[in-house]
């Protein structure tokens, strides 16, 4: 039983190193991207702003869009039949009317 004691002390003793070479290297590596990291972040940041704006002005786009085409079909369509007779009045009025002389 003493000599599985050793063997496992001798294994712990092998593997510190790489261990500490493993934490050396997520460290180096963890600093190397760490400018990345605050560029990314900066750019979601602006990024997401932009997108936020954008996405506000497209809504109040469709909002007014929406709005005029419930004006359209509210009151223009109702309205279509007496504004195609008024046309075709105006249009006899213009026909049947002397045309100006230049003087």
């Known amino acids: 039983m003493e000599v599985l004691g050793v063997l496992f002390a001798l294994f712990l003793l092998a593997a510190v190193p790489f261990l500490l070479l493993a934490v050396v290297l997520k460290v180096l590596f963890a600093l ?8 990314g972040a900066v750019l979601k940041g602006v990024l997401g ?41 105006w249009l006899a009025l ?5 045309a100006p002389r230049p003087a």
């Open 32 to 39: 190397v991207l760490l400018p990345l990291k605050i560029v």
């Open 94 to 98: 213009k026909a049947f009317s002397p």
């Open 49 to 89: 702003l932009v997108g936020g704006l954008f996405g506000l002005v497209a809504g109040g786009v469709g909002l007014v869009m929406g709005l005029l085409v419930l004006l359209l079909v509210l009151v223009v369509l109702p309205l279509a039949p007496l504004l195609l007779l008024g046309a075709l009045v």
